[in-house]
T-cell receptor, first 111, second 113 residues
Framework: QQQVKQSPQSLIVQKGGISIINCAYE??????FPWYQQFPGKGPALLIA?????SEKKEGRFTISFNKSAKQFSLHIMDSQPGDSATYFC??????????FGKGTTLSVSS | DAGVIQSPRHEVTEMGQEVTLRCKPI?????LFWYRQTMMRGLELLIY????????DSGMPEDRFSAKMPNASFSTLKIQPSEPRDSAVYFC???????????FGPGTRLTVT
C-alpha cells in the first residue's frame, strides 16, 4: 500500500518558470511533511519541511502548501533555475519513525 | 561536521557472496535508518535503530539481510548470500533524538552479478 503518492513523475520547466510537484497521503497520523532534493550520485538532502498546523511555509524560492482536509501538500519552486534540475521526493512520518517517501519527480529546468 | 559517512561507495560482487555495508552517523544523533533505493520501488526503509536498539525491521526483505549497531557511532548492514535482485543504492540516515529531520549519507551503490 503506497501511503504517499507523488505526481508528476517527471517535469520540464523553462528557466524562470514555476515548478509544482504534488503529493497526497493517506495516514492522518502523519505530522511531518518534508521535501528532499537528490542530485545524481548523491544522497537525498532535506530541502524544506512543514508541520500540519500551518498551511504554507516559504524558504527562499521554495514554498510548501499544505491542505490538511484534502490530505495533500505541494512544493512550488519559483523562478526555477537549471541548478534546480534534480529529483524531488516528498515524504511523511510521525515523530521517531521512518520516513515514507513518494516515488519522486525528476525536474528538468531548461535554459 | 562530516555528515553521515558510508562505505564503500560502490560495491560489485558475485551472486552468493557476503556483502557488508557500513555507516557512521552524525555525532550525537540517536536514531539511525537504513533505506534502499531502486527504480521500481523508490526509497524504502529497511530498518531503524534508536539508541543502538532496533525499533522497526519490518522492511528487511528476508533472513539474508541483517543489521547491527554495536555502538552509537557505527552500524552495518549485511547481506548473505547476495542475489542480483539486491542490486540497489543503500542509504544510511541519522536523526537527533526527538527530531523529525533525517540526514542522509551519500549511499552505497551495490551491484550483484
Amino acid at each position: 500500500q503506497q501511503q504517499v503518492k507523488q505526481s508528476p513523475q517527471s517535469l520540464i520547466v523553462q528557466k524562470g518558470g514555476i515548478s509544482i510537484i504534488n503529493c497526497a497521503y493517506e495516514n492522518t497520523a502523519f505530522d511531518y511533511f518534508p521535501w528532499y532534493q537528490q542530485f545524481p550520485g548523491k544522497g537525498p538532502a532535506l530541502l524544506i519541511a512543514i508541520r500540519p498546523d500551518v498551511s504554507e511555509k516559504k524558504e527562499g524560492r521554495f514554498t510548501i502548501s499544505f491542505n490538511k482536509s484534502a490530505k495533500q501538500f505541494s512544493l512550488h519552486i519559483m523562478d526555477s533555475q537549471p541548478g534546480d534540475s534534480a529529483t524531488y521526493f516528498c515524504a511523511a512520518n510521525q515523530a521517531g519513525t521512518a520516513l515514507i517517501f513518494g516515488k519522486g519527480t525528476t525536474l528538468s529546468v531548461s535554459s | 561536521d562530516a555528515g553521515v559517512i558510508q562505505s564503500p561507495r560502490h560495491e560489485v560482487t558475485e551472486m552468493g557472496q557476503e556483502v557488508t555495508l557500513r555507516c557512521k552517523p552524525i555525532s550525537g544523533h540517536n536514531s539511525l535508518f537504513w533505506y534502499r533505493q531502486t527504480m521500481m520501488r523508490g526509497l524504502e526503509l529497511l530498518i531503524y535503530f534508536n539508541n543502538n536498539v532496533p525499533i522497526d525491521d519490518s522492511g528487511m526483505p528476508e533472513d539474508r539481510f541483517s543489521a547491527k549497531m554495536p555502538n552509537a557511532s557505527f552500524s552495518t548492514l549485511k547481506i548473505q548470500p547476495s542475489e542480483p535482485r539486491d542490486s540497489a543504492v543503500y542509504f544510511c540516515a541519522s536523526s537527533p533524538d526527538g527530531s523529525y529531520e533525517q540526514y542522509f549519507g551519500p549511499g552505497t551503490r551495490l551491484t550483484v552479478t
